[in-house]
């Protein structure tokens, strides 16, 4: 039988914060992602008038990281002005807007050369179609998603009204 000095720091300290950990694990991985979406809805329909389109959102209250896949805000006759990813890039830093016009990653310079070679010169690409053509190159999802990320910000692409272009560089 327990003494019952240790039975009331169960009941008194242990219990409860088991129950704290099991209420911010709930909330965080649960109510958060959910408060994160309607939030973002609800904010672009009433300042911008447009419904947005989101993946997945995700959070984990330990690392108080969220992601948040395909978000999408489209212009009024339902293209899309921008598009992008928040995910954690697996094995390629996305550059500043300032890069230097060498590619440094290896499924950079792939996906550049699959789309030279899908590219009729005026073919204008959203960053959506960027990361299926660096699937159908072979890479997994989120190099393709990370190469496209950062050769949009490369001068190899020339930002158009609707995506991207390839530059001439």
Known sequence: ????RIRRLLV????????????????????????VRSSLHDFVAKNY????????VRFNPYTL???VSDFTLPDSDGQPIS?????????????????QATLKGKAQRQLLAALRAQSNGETIWTLPD?????RKAGMPK???????EALTTSPFMTPMMG???LSHV
């Not at 008038?49 to 997945?56: N, P, Q, T, Y």
């Not at 960027?130 to 660096?134: K, S, T, W």
């Not at 989120?142 to 496209?148: C, G, K, L, P, Q």
């Open 83 to 99: 598009s992008l990813a928040l995910e954690a890039s697996d094995d390629i830093p996305i550059p500043s807007p300032t890069v």
């Open 163 to 165: 995506g991207w272009r």
């Open 12 to 35: 008194w300290v242990a219990l409860p914060a088991l129950i704290l950990v099991l209420l911010y694990t709930v909330l965080g991985f649960y109510l958060v992602p959910r408060l």
């Open 49 to 56: 008038h447009r419904e947005i389109a989101l993946g997945d």
């Open 1 to 4: 039988m327990m003494p019952v």
């Open 130 to 134: 960027i990361r299926e053509v660096g």
């Open 142 to 148: 989120n190099t393709a998603r990370s190469a496209a």
């Open 65 to 67: 990281r969220l992601d």
